[in-house]
């Protein structure tokens, strides 16, 4: 009965690769597709913005696709704390490594079949025996599901020093190594080039001193206000006067609301309240 049954089995298993092979691929040009539509977007923000230089780094988020092999496992926060990096730095490190495909496909063989041993023995992984056994007794499902597990791309983001020169490599700095004004000033660089539709800032000055705010908040505010509509709210006079709006409203707190703020005058047919707005 079992020979019968294994017969069966093996006449499916071509169609059943097939399948496979084409599910593989559909889900291989869905990632292609948004890593393009990325590059356009970032190509194009680059392009806009004198300060900013925005690049994709492909399937280079192990971080994020460790914590969610975690959270699928089920694993305590202190549990493997070595190994779950080790294994996303093997799988998803050296981006420009020729062998990084062959070793997705080890991963992904060892998951379908539930047999580490390869990636324990000699091809790289270096899976401890007890990380070994806690892989190997996993349930199918969880197995399969974790065969779609891929790390996402990253955002790498340099922006220009004062005064530096956009040619010289040095010029440019990580933006993970600015200050939080810094950081502050190419993220709203980055919003202010993207896209063409109305655009709300709450408070855009935070963290930045007034240097910042007058060398870039200001002039890329001047810049993005012929190109789409800008609401901003600010504690900062800089912003509104320097940057050239339209309309100012004054709001007050009264009692909790918030409200426009008004003055009353005399006028030759008595008292008027006159809003602070114009």
Known sequence: ????ALVAK???????????????????????????????????????????????????????WSNSVRELLNLRSDAF??????????????PDDPTRKLRWGLWRDALSMGDFSRLAEGEGASLRPQWQRRLEGLDES???????????????????????NPNEASDWQNITEGSPGQRTAAMLAFVLHHGNEPLVLDQPEDDLDTEWISSLVVSELRASRWKRQIIVVTHNANIPVNGDAERVIVLENNLGS?????????TSIGNKAVLHCG
């Open 1 to 4: 009965e079992l020979e019968q």
């Open 10 to 64: 093996e006449t499916q298993l071509e169609g059943s690769a097939g399948k496979v092979e084409q599910a593989w691929t559909a889900l291989m040009e869905l990632i292609e597709e948004r890593r393009a539509q990325r590059s356009l977007l970032l190509s194009e923000v680059t392009q806009k913005s004198s300060r900013l230089r925005l690049e994709l780094r492909g399937n280079r988020d192990s971080i994020g």
């Open 81 to 94: 704390l070595e190994d779950m990096p080790g294994l996303a730095d093997w799988l998803w490190g050296a």
């Open 142 to 164: 969880i197995r399969l599901r974790l065969l779609t597990e891929i790390a996402d791309d990253i955002v790498e983001m340099g922006f220009l020093k004062d005064g530096g």
């Open 258 to 266: 918030l409200r426009v703020r008004e003055t009353m005058i005399d």
